[in-house]
């Protein structure tokens, strides 16, 4: 099983109505879909994948090596003691639009910026398709993104998964949802590692060259009233290859009021329309924080009660 890989330049000619329905099962049966044809140059994409693998090796491979969590992981299998908990076999860095970026790297600043404005512009064509196929006003999501006076949130974490001697005793990323809105991820193409969960079964997410790989959140959970479900995934540690995965993510502001699309809620049963709350996603975020790694829907009641 494999999850759905949709040509995205076929919405601009006379396919384009199978494709919409073809994103829609992406969205309502999986929650996860790769895009062929999106639009992001492949050369562009090589410079992305070149540059962040030389920031690796250039500013974090050696810290890494040293790091605490390798120091644990070689005592745990040496003692026999267990697995690492509470901790991901992941290096990490998170690119906004105000805060510091690596320096070091010739062309990593100038090359990740134009990746980001790229894919911003991926993630509003994105959002505009779910509105269309959710039957909402072309816009709908991103405005209800958007708080008081305030833009939605665009956040890029580069993250590695450097190879691991002992993979069976610590998680690459653990098992979770994604708090937030549309997510968008260029994933290694060699190094697989990535997982969700359908049907009880943890499904491999195939390596694609230059794809980008599309997955809800829970905000978006709660807009589509349900519809589009946020999924579990996680990435497993593996003992060859150093996994590369840039994950872009499109969330609400901060003060953004989160709530069922009132268009979704019309005629479904009451006790179905009270499953998602209205929240301030500032407050979602709070909750989120202390609970990422564990089911969601204590998060919506926890919301709820504030």
Same mark, same amino acid.
């Given at each position: 099983?494999?999850?759905?890989?949709?040509?995205?330049?076929?919405?601009?000619?006379?396919?384009?109505?199978?494709?919409?329905?073809?994103?829609?099962?992406?969205?309502?049966?999986?929650?996860?879909?790769?895009?062929?044809?999106?639009?992001?140059?492949?050369?562009?994409?090589?410079?992305?994948?070149?540059?962040?693998?030389?920031?690796?090796?250039?500013?974090?491979?050696?810290?890494?090596?040293?790091?605490?969590?390798?120091?644990?992981?070689?005592?745990? *299998?040496? !003692?026999?003691? &267990?697995?690492?908990?509470?901790?991901?076999?992941? +290096? @990490? %860095?998170?690119? /906004?639009?105000?805060?510091?970026?690596?320096?070091?790297?010739?062309?990593?600043?100038?090359?990740?910026?134009?990746?980001?404005?790229?894919?911003?512009?991926?993630?509003?064509?994105?959002?505009?398709?779910?509105?269309?196929?959710?039957?909402?006003?072309?816009?709908?999501?991103?405005?209800?993104?958007?708080?008081?006076?305030?833009?939605?949130?665009?956040?890029?974490?580069?993250?590695?998964?450097?190879?691991?001697?002992?993979?069976?005793?610590?998680?690459?990323?653990? *098992?979770? !949802?994604?708090? &937030?809105?549309?997510?968008?991820?260029?994933?290694? +193409? @060699? %190094?697989?590692? /990535?997982?969700?969960?359908?049907?009880?079964?943890?499904?491999?997410?195939?390596?694609?060259?230059?794809?980008?790989?599309?997955?809800?959140?829970?905000?978006?959970?709660?807009?589509?009233?349900?519809?589009?479900?946020?999924?579990?995934?996680?990435?497993?540690?593996?003992?060859?290859?150093?996994?590369?995965?840039?994950?872009?993510?499109?969330?609400?502001?901060?003060?953004?009021?989160?709530?069922?699309?009132?268009?979704?809620?019309?005629?479904?049963?009451?006790?179905?329309?009270?499953?998602?709350?209205?929240?301030?996603?500032?407050?979602?975020?709070?909750?989120?924080?202390?609970?990422?790694?564990?089911?969601?829907?204590?998060?919506?009641?926890?919301?709820?009660?504030?």
């Amino acid at each position: 099983m494999a999850i759905p890989v949709i040509d995205f330049s076929k919405l601009n000619g006379k396919k384009r109505a199978e494709t919409l329905a073809q994103i829609a099962n992406g969205c309502e049966e999986w929650g996860f879909f790769q895009l062929v044809n999106h639009g992001i140059s492949e050369e562009l994409l090589e410079r992305v994948k070149k540059v962040s693998s030389e920031w690796f090796k250039l500013e974090r491979e050696e810290n890494f090596k040293n790091s605490t969590l390798v120091k644990k992981l070689n005592e745990l *299998a040496e !003692t026999k003691s &267990g697995k690492l908990e509470n901790v991901d076999w992941e +290096d @990490v %860095v998170t690119l /906004l639009d105000d805060n510091e970026w690596p320096a070091q790297t010739p062309g990593f600043k100038e090359t990740m910026a134009e990746y980001r404005s790229e894919l911003k512009k991926l993630a509003a064509k994105v959002m505009e398709v779910m509105d269309e196929n959710l039957g909402l006003p072309k816009g709908y999501i991103k405005k209800a993104f958007d708080g008081e006076g305030d833009d939605a949130f665009f956040g890029t974490k580069v993250s590695h998964y450097p190879p691991c001697s002992h993979p069976e005793l610590v998680n690459g990323l653990r *098992a979770h !949802t994604d708090a &937030g809105g549309v997510i968008l991820l260029y994933q290694d +193409d @060699v %190094v697989g590692g /990535l997982q969700i969960l359908k049907d009880g079964k943890w499904i491999d997410v195939q390596p694609l060259p230059n794809s980008i790989v599309i997955n809800t959140g829970d905000q978006v959970e709660v807009l589509s009233n349900g519809r589009y479900k946020s999924v579990w995934h996680r990435v497993l540690a593996a003992p060859e290859g150093n996994r590369r995965s840039i994950a872009s993510f499109y969330n609400p502001s901060l003060k953004a009021t989160i709530s069922p699309a009132p268009q979704l809620v019309e005629n479904v049963k009451e006790e179905v329309d009270q499953v998602y709350p209205k929240f301030v996603f500032g407050d979602y975020m709070s909750v989120y924080a202390e609970q990422k790694f564990l089911p969601k829907e204590p998060r919506f009641q926890a919301v709820r009660a504030m």
